[in-house]
């Protein structure tokens, strides 16, 4: 190899090795840093969080797809969406098209409302919703296909059967009477001052009544259609000494004894300098309690009156209390 190659073969590494150089530093210009995202250490509560945020929009045919799309990129939530496909008869349409207009309403509100539009006029398992998974994504779709993601939970319905007596049959106590018997006998007497009023006999549902009243009460109002019980394959529920077995997916969980973890929209989280405050939407000072009101007193402190608003007492002491009057002895 000549001078000359080797001059060509060294600039064209030369170009080659600043032509690299010059790429990763405009990646590095262009690359956006990514945002800090605050946990609650619960991912379904990020997750419900993140589709709190308000958003205004207005959707004019556009496809389901866009417009789930739309939603995943404003609120960084985590969605699933299942969709018809090769694999599933059942599920989302992406070309259904979509018209709505929506103002500061939560993403949450957004996508409850394009599931309504995009399933009008079906129902039952067909009718689309959204549940939680055990990873913290939002799984949106029909119903039938998040029929498949169940899971067993325990309710206990002690508290809800449990009746507690109410002794309006007490016998009834006749003072005078007792009072009268030992004034004429000169002392106690043998008869007893209670009568009884023969209304012992009390008829009391049993806990095995209320308990089907109570699983009959969850079936006709929670998702009527999807329990196995009324012909559907959503879910399943069993009593079992004051218990509740509910095999059944998130969203009839969540009719029934919703989330423990929601969010609430009227409490806000913030740190300044390095400490966390919570400010609520309310003031407790504007609270107050039915019933209740202050009083004030007036004790003896130190042979003083003294009240117990600050207020009420004389500046510079307590007033003295009233001393009874005494009579002076006259002359014997």
Partial sequence: MNARSMT???GSTFLAVS??????ALAQVNAAPTPAVRTTGIPQRDTLIKMSRPVSIEFKDTRLEDAMKFIADVTQADLEVMWIDDRNTGGLDKEAQISIKADNISALSLLERVLEKATSGQSGASAATWQMSSSGAMQVGTKDRLNKYKRVQLYPIQDLILEVPNYTNAPEFDLQQVL???SQRGGGSGQSPFRDTNN???????????TNDLVSLITSLVEPDQWMESGGDGGSIRAFQGTLIVNAPDYMHRGIDGYPYWPHEDTHVSTVHGRRYVSLGMDNANSTLTGFGTQDVTAVAGGQ????????????????????????????
Avoid at 19 to 24: D, E, F, K, Q, T
Avoid at 200 to 210: I, Y
Avoid at 305 to 332: E, F, H, I, M, Y
Wanted: aromatic share 0%; charged share 20%.
């Fill in 8 to 10: 060509a073969l060294a």
């Fill in 200 to 210: 012992n006999n009390v008829n009391r549902r049993s806990p095995d009544d209320k």
């Fill in 180 to 182: 009268q018997s030992a």
């Fill in 19 to 24: 032509m690299i150089s010059a790429g990763l």
């Fill in 305 to 332: 009156l003294v009240n117990s608003d600050p207020r009420k007492n004389p500046p510079g002491g307590s007033t003295t209390p009233t001393q009874p009057a005494t009579k002076t002895p006259g002359p014997k």
